[in-house]
């Protein structure tokens, strides 16, 4: 009896946290919120998924059982065991209301954990079963081979993901072909069943023959000549900027705006990593550079009550870089000693100060205090203004595209070397002759232009400035884009910000719970990837020929700086 | 040798021109140690120069146009000591945890929001059932044990989770982990219950004055400073007199040596999150009454800096300098607006009352990073 008591407390407190988990998803309002979002028309929500999915955790995690039978028990244990939490919980909820504190514990949420069934009893029963069925489905999973068990990974985020973006792919369809082509696709912006099926079949036939596919392409870049190979990549370079020269037309309006939102973030993150990733200077005060760009084109180009000379965009916009980089030459001198942490919250400290001091009545007839700065007029040449968004989109792309490659020739030059040798040890740089103070004002600086420039044009394309835009949340915005794309990767930058800011503007659904998602995933990168999604490559200095004693060649010294 | 960014550029050792001759530029800059002196050290002279004028100017001011009576100064000071004493609590929690870990617990301020939002709805219901009306001062007790149970889970569930599976890790990873934590708690308690405003309810007998001559203070305030001095008291007896009081000092003195004498780290560490939890969590409940509007899910975040300025002003690690730094900063806070920027003139001088709180945490992490207390923990240390 102790015996079965012992064995039986792992999957247990398993299901215990299981049932937990779906208390606390339920609790949030993410439940019902994420509910309203069907993924399968008819079939499956994607509040079903958040559901269900501790519940196939629990099946995936008995994976280590000894055998299958004791598989089987345990995982029927440990869904017993969430069932039984869970189904407490509802039935607390119903009995005692509790909506005076949790908003989210009300009759609806009952309903909808209990399948919307009209007798409690039925629905707790039809909860039960699905909780079994997906525990199963989870233990199914951890048996079959990995290969088979990526694939249906694979093919469930391909539907998922299909569903979440459904407007977007609509809207790009709707654009490229007449009519309606995506009510083919999706019915009130959940997938046909019929298409998630083909979707997810694509993803079977893939992955079958993507093993043979991928190798040829593979094994021929390399074999090429190196010209031909620089032509290659530089044909692909080019498809990427066409494609994203015709993106605004392909997606409309709306769209074009979170694009625009993404290009601004993408500006922030390549320079805020040029602190934080290269340098490693943790620095949570980037906002402060982002407010003076975007003060000063306001209070410079504004036609309002706090008018100044109503300069003209393309004079103030690299007015406004330098003085961020002033600005950020400025905070850097006082803080340049200070290591790691305490660094990042006197950072902290000056975003807030400046926030604060554009609240303030004491600068309200330069900068407008809380009322702003309104009127401040679009970009044009000539006779032609970048009023919608999609041209302005295009300011954003020309500027993300100068700062991709200013960024990627500092990441290979000395002084990108030196910034990584600070990063990795500062004393050591320092004793080997790095002049750590002057390359550490230099990473402010240079991360504050790009800052500055997309204030700049953030001011520009919204029309109006207020402090509240100004916040510390800018600042840990382009911060999580940094950790979770990976610090000091460019790719990582891109990927990041179109996961981080892309992705929630797109899923309104998901905005509430944001910043609840940010964090998560923050704890999950610094506990499991500490390196970020796509980690910076590391970088391979030709050292095979140094050891020689006399014959070794100097041009290796030379080759060593293309990385 | 590389060269290095020299305000003054002359070289150490003086050239044989200038020994023989040496210029009365030269010497000045010799003598003074100028030649030593990077464009770092003349931007941070600058600051300190500029920094304390500006005090000296704003306050001499102040005090000659004789804005503000006797009274008004006691009134601000008595203000300032009550708000101290809650930075001093919550600042406990962060100098507990950076003693052993070496890490800004960025969650704290969340988990004082935490006790004090949970609270809010106990508190509400006993006032709504009279039990308030009928014994205030144990009703006022049970919300405090109740926020510091609340506080003290959700802070040894946030050491679980986000630190625990980080020991001897970077300390920036740590760091990384902790936003993410005060990111999680904030929009966990703003998911749970909306992003509405609550009030603690007023507890009768607290809304009184207290008339000493000239000079009135507030019951409230005195109730404030009083609950938080016996809350310290009991923690430093708990930190000097008691066994895992014992054994935390003997971790943040050094945690090697601590495990070879067999204490138990983890149970340490987790102990030390729970009792910084409960002082923030009681410090949410004071905070209630003092200030009873205003409980929402971002409530944590300007206590949580202000508190981790007061741990950084006392010298972090230092239990006693929580107690100092919390109550100096408080009663900056109080005064600088009125004493210093009405003297310089700026308007809306309360207005800025944050920035002179944050301006405060930059100077000191800038100049006196270890703080008032700090050196005897050095001192210790070596």
Known sequence: MQLLLKRLAKPVSQGAVAGVLCIYIALTGMMEAFGEREIVAGVLDLGKVVLLGPFVGLGLLQQQAPNRRVGWIRVLVACLAGIVATGLFILFIDAVSIRHMFTHASPALVAYMTMGQDALAAGLGLLAVAALAAGAVGFGLALIPAYLRNTIFMAALLVVGMALLSELISQVLRQILNGRPDRLLFSQGALRPAVAVIAAAAVFAWRGLAP??????????????????????????????????????????????????????????????????????????????????????????????????????????????????????????????????????????????????ALSDWLAPLIGGSQGILFIPKPSIGAFTFQTPQHLFYIILAASLVMLVVINRLDLSLTGRRWMAIRDDETVANAIGIDTTWIKTLAFTLSAASGGLAGAIFASKLGTIFPHSFSLLISMNVLCIIIVGGMGSIRGMVLGTLVLIGVPELLREFSEFRFLLYGILLMAVAIYRPGGLMPARARHYRTESAPQPAGGTPATSSSAASG | MPNRTRCFPIDDKPSPV?????????????????????????????????????????????????????????????????????????????????????????????????????????????????????????????????????????AVLVERLAYKPLRNKPRLVMLISAIGASFFLQYTARGFFTTAFRSYPTVPGLDGRLELGQITVPHVQITVFAVALALMAGLYILVERTRIGRAMRAVSENMETARLMGVNIERVIMFTFGIGGALAGAAGVINGLYKPQGVSFIMGFFPGVKAFTAAVLGGIGSVPGALIGGLLLGIFEALGPNLVLTGLGIPGSNQLKDVIAFLMLVLILIFRPQGIMGEVIEEEKA
Do not use: K
């Open chain 1, 212 to 357: 043979r596919i991928r190798l040829r392409v593979q094994d021929r870049l390399p074999q090429l000549e190196p010209e031909r190979q620089r032509q290659v990549s530089l044909a692909v370079r080019g498809a990427g900027v066409l494609v994203l020269l015709v993106l605004p037309w392909l997606v409309g309006s709306y769209l074009s705006e979170v694009l625009a939102n993404v290009g601004l973030y993408l500006l922030m993150a390549l320079g805020l990593n040029i602190a934080v990733g290269l340098a490693g200077l943790f620095d949570l005060g980037y906002v402060t550079n982002f407010a003076v760009g975007a003060y000063l084109m306001g209070v410079l180009t504004n036609s309002g009550p706090q008018a100044t000379g109503e300069f003209n965009f393309w004079l103030i916009l690299p007015v406004s870089i330098l003085a961020a980089m002033f600005t950020g030459l400025l905070l850097a001198l006082p803080v340049i000693r200070m290591r790691g942490d305490y660094l990042a919250i006197a950072t902290m400290g000056f975003g807030e100060i400046i926030r604060l001091l």
């Open chain 2, 18 to 154: 200038t020994a023989a001759n040496p210029s009365p530029v030269a010497t000045l800059v010799h003598r003074l140690a100028l030649n030593r002196m990077s464009w770092v050290d003349v931007v941070l002279l600058l600051i300190r120069i500029g920094f304390i004028s500006a005090v000296v100017i704003g306050s001499t001011r102040t005090f000659m146009e004789g804005r503000f009576s006797t009274a008004q100064w006691a009134t601000l000071i008595s203000a300032g000591v009550a708000q101290g004493s809650i930075y001093a609590l919550i600042a406990l929690g962060y100098t507990l945890v950076y003693g052993i870990l070496r890490l800004i617990n960025f969650a704290h301020g969340d988990v004082f929001m935490c006790g004090a939002f949970f609270t809010v709805f106990l508190a509400i219901w006993t006032a709504q059932q009279g039990i308030l009306e009928r014994a205030p001062a144990i009703t006022v007790l049970s919300w405090i044990l109740f926020a510091a149970l609340i506080s003290m889970s959700v």
